[in-house]
């Protein structure tokens, strides 16, 4: 089966060309599942339930997030209106999983494709350079405890390539893929690891090149020259989208391949 995961959706821009591009890319590779980070899909800042809904409706089946998460504060009473409600929408937009114990919203999600495979998500966020959090490894350990699916691809949230790709290997042969996300440009190194986990450090940004990491590059070299505050705003130009392509066994989840995607708006 295939496995397509969009990475960060930044703003309108990133929106519009998953909106352009993402249902041709699913019929020409035969996609069975889709998953995208959407931490920036709104204004660059965080979520909302209306944008969460409508990449749910553009054929996203699982939403991740990151460090952005709760930038739109509105978001957690979407997150919250999951519990005890496993078949809603909001049920598969995840924050990262080794986040505080009461932190609202869910860190994995169990599903099954239209075709019927069982398969699960999980986000997680790295520790390097970033807020400090529950150790995404041993989470991880013990999310795969309860968890039945086969098919698992893994959502690392980080800014170090060296702990996203030692999560990669730590998880050899006990998930499908572990994916980075959150650096925003996209990695050369996408490799299927002897055990059959598909690796990738950062699957790349889905917005406009054009900029700064998705900001208009004028207000970033600003606030380098200066270190004084501003506000960011999205950049428009060069939009690209940026996927990983993943083929494994539905029954095993043995990733057997792995492919960079960048497509440009047409
Ligand atoms: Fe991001
Ligand atoms: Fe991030």
């Not at 998705?214 to 506000?231: A, C, S």
């Amino acid at each position: 089966m295939r496995i397509l995961f969009v990475g960060d959706i930044f703003g309108r821009p990133g929106r519009n060309i998953v909106h352009e591009r993402l249902p041709e890319l699913q019929k020409q590779h035969a996609v069975d599942l889709t998953i995208a980070n959407g931490e920036n899909a709104a204004g660059g800042f965080g979520i909302t339930a209306q944008i969460a809904e409508e990449l749910f409706e553009l054929g996203i089946d699982v939403i991740t997030t990151g460090n952005h998460v709760w930038d739109k504060r509105e978001i957690i009473d979407y997150m919250n209106s999951a519990n005890g409600n496993e078949a809603s929408l909001a049920r598969r937009l995840l924050r990262p999983a080794n986040y505080p114990a009461g932190t609202p919203g869910f860190g994995w999600y169990e599903g099954r494709t239209r075709g019927g495979v069982p398969y699960a998500v999980i986000d997680l966020q790295g520790r390097v350079f970033m807020a400090a959090n529950d150790d995404p490894f041993r989470v991880a350990d013990k999310l795969l405890e309860s968890i039945s699916a086969k098919v698992i691809v893994v959502d690392m949230h980080a800014e170090a390539t060296s702990e996203k790709l030692s999560l990669g290997w730590y998880l050899e042969g006990r998930v499908t893929a572990v994916l980075g996300t959150h650096t925003h440009v996209p990695t050369a190194d996408e490799q299927v690891l002897p055990g059959g986990t598909a690796v990738q450090t950062d699957v790349g940004m889905t917005g406009p090149y054009d900029s700064v990491i998705g900001v208009q590059k004028e207000l970033i070299l600003q606030r380098f020259l200066t270190n004084m505050p501003g506000r960011f705003e999205p950049a428009t130009n060069d939009v690209r989208l940026c996927a990983t392509l993943i083929d494994c066994g539905a029954d095993t989840g043995r990733a057997t391949g792995v492919q960079r995607i960048m497509a440009r708006e047409s």
